[in-house]
């Protein structure tokens, strides 16, 4: 087997004091944190489109990064990569990889030419998993890239396009009951309009609606028994994407008698798209029921697009981590770093700094999420805040006991009402503290 990263040996924990590129600072995998190791609460995932076929190319400038595997081309430069990234998962430690169908393997003339080029290499997935740590952990389908769906795969206006999207899927199934996947991941890509000048609205959300049908029926035609994902953007690269945040996905899954089908994969780029906080979608998700797996990074609040950067802000991997824990834990869902190293980040080592910084904010974030909690410091604030509602008039209205009339002639004479401060920068002064002060 070639070795790709020469110069990069197996990553180690070796601690906050520890001054080598190549190590985590805080990632111990075999860390108890509460009830769990790190490695069983955190499950790091590597996202292959980002990592292996990632070239450093914007919509302003050409291909930058170089890699070892690309000598090679076509299918040759396919099995290239997975040799390449193994060898990463190994050395990284990281159990879990998640890809696109295209990134996996090149495209045929046909979509039958197309099909065999992808079993040529999910076999050698195969091959390889049976000796690896890391596992497929879901798989998705890039119904974006190639100009037929320049007007939308399920939404789009051609039949013929929504009948190739149909088979793409399907064909996403099929290698998601072969890899045994816990997941499959649907992103609408290009789901959505740039005008309403030439959309028919109606008819492209009923039609989504029947292709999530279809999806459903597939998946459990073929006894896959994994979690069925839908990742809400609001624009990119439509102008507005009828996904375009959990709320507003869960109204149109609800709408067409779809909800329990499906769950979330949440982005942290696409909640500050949306113009929400990270935290905000993870929690939607998690009090509805549908909390399904994470897509970690961040976005510069300096630029307004989905800049897909490692996720270094430990304020915000805290109160991701927060939410997961008040859900329980990520379940089948994992910590998938959807995340590539910034265009001018030139040498293959660069793709190790960025996960191990990555990392290691997660597992600072764990920490100090897991300590607020067992302080239950926002918990207890929250259930003295709201108060008023178990007991009196308060009770009477969670329990609909109350009605307007009711309600009317508590507060008719009724002069003085007792506000108290939220307390806002005291409880932001509170996380600051457990944040610099926890260990």
């Known amino acids: 087997m070639a070795e790709y990263f020469k110069n990069v040996k197996k990553i180690q924990y070796e601690g906050k004091d520890s001054k080598n590129p190549l190590a985590f600072k805080y990632y111990n995998p075999e860390e108890k944190v509460g009830d769990k190791t790190m490695e069983e609460h955190l499950r790091f995932c590597v996202s292959y489109w980002h990592t292996f076929t990632g070239n450093g190319a914007d919509p302003f400038g050409e291909p930058t990064l170089v890699r070892p595997w690309d000598r090679f081309k076509g299918m040759d430069l396919a099995k290239a990569r997975v040799e390449a990234s193994f060898e990463f998962y190994e050395k990284l430690g990281v159990p879990f990889f998640v890809f696109h169908d295209r990134d996996m393997a090149p495209e045929g003339e046909t979509l039958r030419e197309t099909n065999k080029n992808l079993d040529e290499i999910v076999a050698l997935v195969k091959e390889y998993m049976k000796t690896s740590k890391a596992k497929v952990i879901w798989n998705t389908v890039a119904l974006f890239k190639h100009p037929r769906f320049v007007h939308g795969a399920a939404t789009s206006p051609s039949a013929d396009v929504f009948a190739y999207a149909a088979a793409q899927v399907k064909k996403g199934l099929d290698v998601a009951k072969e890899l045994n996947t816990t997941g499959f991941t649907m992103w609408g ?9 030439n959309t028919d609205l109606a008819l492209e959300l009923d039609n989504l609606a029947r292709f999530l049908q279809m999806t459903v029926n597939y998946a459990k035609e073929i006894g896959f028994t994994g979690h069925l994902y839908l990742e809400p953007k609001p624009k990119e690269p439509t102008k507005h994407q009828y996904d375009f945040d959990v709320a507003t996905t869960i109204a149109f899954l609800r709408k067409y008698g779809l909800e329990k089908h499906f769950k979330f994969n949440i982005e942290a780029n696409h909640a500050t798209l949306a113009g929400h906080t990270f935290q905000h979608e993870l929690r939607v998700a998690r009090i509805n029921g549908m909390f399904g797996s994470i897509d ?50 030139l040498d293959p080592e660069d793709l190790f700094h960025a996960h191990i910084a990555g990392m290691d904010a997660f597992a600072r974030g764990l920490k100090v999420a897991h300590k607020l909690l067992e302080d239950r410091v926002f918990e207890d604030f929250i259930a003295h805040r709201y108060r008023s509602y178990k007991e009196g008039i308060g009770l009477d209205i969670v329990t609909g006991k109350a009605d307007f009339r009711s309600l009317e002639a508590y507060v008719l004479d009724k002069k003085d009402f007792e506000l108290e401060s939220g307390r806002q920068e005291y409880l932001k002064s509170v996380l600051n503290q457990y944040i610099l002060e926890v260990e």
């Open 296 to 345: 970690a990074n961040q976005g510069d609040l300096l630029l307004g697009w989905d800049t897909d950067e490692f996720p270094t802000d430990i304020y915000e991997t805290t109160l991701a981590m927060y939410e997961v824990l008040l859900n329980g834990g990520l379940g089948d869902g994992v910590l998938n770093f959807d995340a590539k190293v910034r265009r001018a980040s």
């Open 189 to 197: 890509g290009r789901e959505g309009y740039e005008t309403l000048l």
